[in-house]
């Protein structure tokens, strides 16, 4: 009979997947912005004050092999690079106003509390 301790259980959870790709600070703030409209990187810089460039071209490249957002260079001068939401990262949108939507009613909920 084979103990159980030796057993190496797979601990692949679906959900480690999604929080792997829209993990780090910025990511969620930077799908919402593109949930609008087709940003340009200074687009997405101005609306996100507080992130560095370093930052946020970091954050955009995992985006992009994540496969959630596109990146569009145009061969122009200056170059344009454009970055709007895949399918996929489409997909995301409904799940992240939900969140968006929990954390104003527990806000709402935690003002009442205080009261």
Not at 69 to 87: K, W
Not at 96 to 114: G, P, Q, R, Y
Request: one cysteine or more; hydrophobic letters at 40%; aromatic letters at 6%.
């Amino acid at each position: 009979m084979i103990q159980s301790s030796s057993i190496k259980k797979d601990t692949f959870c679906p959900a480690e997947k999604v929080l792997e790709m829209i993990s780090g600070r910025w990511k969620i703030l930077i799908l919402q912005a593109l949930f609008s409209e087709i940003k340009r990187f200074n687009e997405l810089q101005r609306s996100l004050p507080k992130i560095t460039q370093k930052v946020l071209t970091q954050q955009l490249r995992e985006l992009e092999t994540d496969g959630l957002i596109n990146r569009v260079v145009y061969p122009e001068v200056p170059p344009r690079v454009e970055y709007s939401l895949t399918t996929l990262g489409e997909s995301l949108k409904p799940m992240l106003l939900t969140m968006h939507d929990w954390a104003i009613a527990l806000e709402n909920s935690n003002e009442k509390s205080e009261l």
